[in-house]
């Protein structure tokens, strides 16, 4: 008996250390911290001063949003390998940029550069990492005020798993999409053989979509959010009215 008290013992111990490190992985692995303006930022290289111009840069785009909101402070934990720091779930990502976990709202950077200002991810490809943070916090927005509309009709969901409104919103904050829009479009209306990755593809249309209803439409968030909106008709519309306007008006941001 004493022995399965002091086994459980060891094994509720373990579980509680395992959930400290989940929701404060700062603890444990990352001894470079800066904290500025909003912003508390983690890494396991050196904080260098490029960093202030990034997080300016960050502040400058999501208090575009209209849910931005001063009172909140955004953890970015920035990793400089692949291959380090994630024995733990609910930590970074091994496909995309970054991730933001909902709920203990820790944003993890897959590998990010802070003297270039560019963060990588594992299959290839690179951005400036500003413009990730800045997406990645805005998911911190979107949760914090609209905790209980996040995928609230199934329309949200796209084919291939992901929040589109959410994540057309993030990119359309952090300055749009990052791909030639012509070019897309001639790929979406299927007329060129020229092929993108299904991840870059779907997130241009997320942003195409978001940005039509911001700056055509002139919707707001909360309508964003809140109404059921179809993705394959918004991008219709869109193409539309790109075919029939030209797409001067409408430059990535
Ligand atoms: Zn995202």
């Known amino acids: 008996m004493k022995k399965i008290v002091k086994y459980s013992s060891i094994v509720i111990l373990l579980i509680v250390l395992i959930i400290i490190i989940i929701c404060f992985p700062q603890l444990y692995y990352f001894d470079n911290k800066l904290t500025y303006k909003n912003f508390n930022v983690y890494s396991d290289k050196p904080i ?5 111009l990034i997080l300016d840069k960050v502040d400058i785009l999501i208090k575009k949003s209209e849910i931005y909101d001063s009172t ?8 400089s390998d ?4 994630n024995a733990l779930p609910w930590q970074f990502s091994n496909s995309a940029y970054a991730i933001t976990r909902p709920i203990i709202r820790n944003i993890f950077i897959s590998k990010g550069n802070l003297q270039s200002n560019v963060a990588y991810k594992i299959s290839g490809g690179s951005r400036p990492l500003d413009e990730i943070i800045a997406h990645e916090t805005v998911h911190v ?8 509309d996040r995928a609230k009709f199934p329309e949200d969901w796209t084919k291939t798993g992901f929040l589109w409104k959410e994540e057309g919103y993030a990119d359309y904050i952090a300055r749009g999409s990052t791909l030639d829009i012509n070019k897309v479009l001639s790929i979406l209306q299927n007329k060129t053989d020229i092929k993108l990755s299904t991840y870059e593809l779907e997130y241009f249309k997320y942003w195409f979509a978001v940005n039509y209803l911001f700056e055509k439409k002139k919707i707001k968030i909360k ?3 809140q109404s059921q909106i179809s993705l394959d ?3 219709n519309d869109a193409m539309h009215e790109m075919n029939t306007h030209g797409t001067k008006s409408h430059p990535p941001k």
């Open 141 to 148: 927005l979107i949760e914090n005020k609209f905790k209980n």
């Open 223 to 225: 309508e964003l959010m």
């Open 72 to 79: 909140l402070q955004f953890k970015i934990f920035i990793r």
């Open 233 to 235: 008709n918004i991008l």
């Open 48 to 52: 260098t001063p490029k960093i202030y």
């Open 82 to 85: 692949y291959s380090v720091h």
